[in-house]
C-alpha cells in the first residue's frame, strides 16, 4: 500500500485547479439507466469511486467509456442485461445504492446489495426505502438485498423524507422522472450535487422544479431522452484546498471554485482571519500574517458546514489560537482522524459528537494512517504545516475523493511525494 510523505516547509502560493465533484458524478453516472439514449458527462473527475461506479454500471450491462484520460463518460443503457447490484461491488462503494431509483422506474424491478456498514458509520437506507415505497415500490430486504419492484410502474406521490438524505433524494427524484403523475418530495436535500444532478436530467427532458430547496416538484413523463452534461465543481475538493494556505500561511488561487459553493465553510474561514475574496478564476485564499483564530463548528445539511469538511477543518483547528468545538450532527463515528492528529501533538478531546480542541503553536510531523477519505486529507494537511516529516499510510481512502494530490500540492510550493508500497 502506498504512503504519502510531506515535510513541511512554509508559505504555499500559486493555482490549484479545482475538478469536476465526485459526489456530483456519482449520482449523475446512474442517471443513464433513466434512458436508453446515450449520456455523456464532461469534466468528470478521475478517482476509484468513479472507476467502482462505472464497475457497477457495466455489470448491468450498460456501456461506460472513459474518454480524454477519463475527463469525459460516455455511457449508454439501451440494451441491460442485469437489475441486480451486487454486494462484492456495494460493499466498496455506497453510492452503488443510486441505481435503485433508475432501474425501478425504467425497468419496475431493482435488486440492490445494502452497503453494509463503513468507517463513519452504519449508513442505513430507511429513507431511501420509505420515499420510493411511496412511489408505489415493493420492497423487501432478503438476504442482504433490496428486492424492489413495481407491478404497473410507479406513481407521483407526496413524501415528506424524515430527513434531508442526499442519496435518498437522489434516488427518489430520479425515480419520479418517469412515475405516472406529479411528485413532491418534502424536506428534500439541498446539495448543490443534488441541484447539477436536476439540471442534467432537465437535459434529458425530465420536467423538475424547486431544486436547491427543500420542495422539489416532478412532473413524470413517458421517457427521457440522451444529453450531455459538465459535472460541477466540487466544493469538497474545494473548500480542502482552500485550508491549505489557511494552515500553511501564502496565498492560493482556486482555479473553477464559486463562493455559492462554500458560502458557510468561507464565513468559517473568514472568522478564522483567512482571506477568502472571488476572483475571475474561482476563489483566491490568503492568511498573510498571525496565527489563525479558533472558531466553532456545526456539520449539517447544505447550506450548513459541510460534514465532508469536519475532518480538513479540525486539522486547521489543531493549530489555531483558542478552543474550538466541532460537533458532527450528521454522521455518529466521523472523529477517527483525531486521535491520529493527536499523535502529531494536537490536542482534541472527544465527547460522543463533539470534539473539542485546544490550538497549539505548531504539530509534530509522524507516521500516521488514513482511516477513511476525508480523514486521510485532513492528515496531509496538518503534515503540510507541522514540524518536520509526515508520513500518511493507507492512501487508497485518498485516492477515492482526490486526483493527482501530490502533484496538485506540489504547485504550490508543497514538500510532498507519494512513497509507492512494497
Ligand atoms: C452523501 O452521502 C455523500 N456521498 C457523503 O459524502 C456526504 O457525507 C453525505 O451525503 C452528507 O452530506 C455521496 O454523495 C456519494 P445522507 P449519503 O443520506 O447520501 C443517515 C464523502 O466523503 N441516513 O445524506 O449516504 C446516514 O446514516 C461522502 O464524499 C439514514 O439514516 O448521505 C447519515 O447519518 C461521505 N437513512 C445521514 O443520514 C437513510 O436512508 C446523512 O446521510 C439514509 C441516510
Not at 436508453?36 to 461506460?64: C, F, H, W, Y
Not at 472513459?66 to 466498496?92: C, F, W
Not at 456498514?117 to 420515499?131: K, N, Q, S, T
Not at 444529453?227 to 482552500?242: C, K, P, S, W
Amino acid at each position: 500500500m502506498d504512503s504519502i510523505l510531506v515535510t513541511g516547509n512554509g508559505p504555499l502560493n500559486g493555482q490549484i485547479p479545482i475538478a469536476g465533484a465526485k459526489n456530483a458524478c456519482l449520482t449523475l453516472m446512474p442517471a443513464t439507466l433513466l434512458s436508453e439514449e446515450p449520456l455523456t458527462l464532461t469534466n468528470a473527475p478521475r478517482l476509484s469511486d468513479i472507476k467502482t461506479m462505472t464497475a457497477l454500471l457495466q455489470s448491468l450491462g450498460a456501456e461506460v467509456s472513459a474518454l480524454q484520460d477519463g475527463q469525459v463518460l460516455a455511457m449508454s443503457s439501451h440494451n441491460l442485461t442485469s437489475h441486480t447490484a451486487d454486494y462484492e461491488i456495494v460493499r466498496k462503494m455506497r453510492a452503488s445504492n443510486l441505481v435503485l431509483g433508475p432501474l425501478l422506474a425504467r425497468f419496475g424491478e431493482a435488486v440492490v446489495s445494502l452497503p453494509g456498514g463503513c468507517a463513519i458509520g452504519a449508513r442505513p437506507m430507511d429513507l431511501h426505502v420509505e420515499g420510493l415505497e411511496a412511489l408505489g415500490a415493493e420492497i423487501e430486504l432478503k438476504d442482504g438485498y433490496l428486492h424492489a419492484k413495481t407491478s404497473g410502474g410507479l406513481k407521483g406521490a407526496v413524501h415528506e423524507m424524515r430527513f434531508a438524505s442526499v442519496g435518498a433524494t437522489e434516488n427518489i427524484v430520479m425515480a419520479a422522472t418517469l412515475a405516472k403523475g406529479t411528485t413532491v418530495l418534502k424536506n428534500a436535500a439541498r446539495e448543490p450535487e443534488i441541484v447539477d444532478l436536476v439540471e442534467c436530467l432537465r437535459k434529458m427532458g425530465a420536467q423538475i422544479s424547486g431544486e436547491g430547496t427543500s420542495t422539489i416538484e416532478i412532473q413524470g413523463v413517458d421517457r427521457l431522452h440522451g444529453a450531455t452534461h459538465q459535472v460541477v465543481t466540487d466544493r469538497i475538493e474545494l473548500g480542502t484546498y482552500m485550508l491549505a494556505p489557511a494552515i500553511c500561511g501564502g496565498e492560493v488561487e482556486l482555479l473553477g471554485g464559486r463562493m455559492s459553493l462554500v458560502d458557510s465553510f468561507a464565513a468559517k474561514l473568514n472568522a478564522a482571519g483567512i482571506e477568502v475574496t472571488e476572483t475571475a478564476n474561482g476563489l483566491k485564499v490568503a492568511r498573510k500574517n498571525g496565527r489563525v483564530r479558533s472558531v466553532d463548528v456545526v456539520t449539517e445539511p447544505f447550506p450548513g458546514f459541510p460534514t465532508d469538511l469536519q475532518a480538513q477543518m479540525m486539522a486547521l483547528m489543531c493549530t489555531a489560537e483558542g478552543v474550538s468545538v466541532l460537533e458532527e450532527r450528521i454522521f455518529e463515528n466521523r472523529f477517527m482522524h483525531a486521535p491520529e492528529l493527536v499523535r502529531m501533538g494536537a490536542n482534541i478531546e472527544v465527547h460522543g459528537g463533539t470534539a473539542t480542541v485546544t490550538g497549539v503553536g505548531r504539530l509534530k510531523g509522524a507516521p500516521v494512517m488514513a482511516t477513511d477519505l476525508r480523514a486521510s486529507v485532513s492528515l496531509i494537511l496538518a503534515g503540510l504545516a507541522a514540524e518536520g516529516e509526515t508520513t500518511v499510510s493507507r492512501v487508497y481512502h485518498l485516492d477515492r475523493g482526490y486526483e493527482h494530490v501530490v502533484r496538485k500540492l506540489e504547485g504550490v510550493g508543497a514538500k510532498i511525494e507519494r512513497i509507492k508500497g512494497q
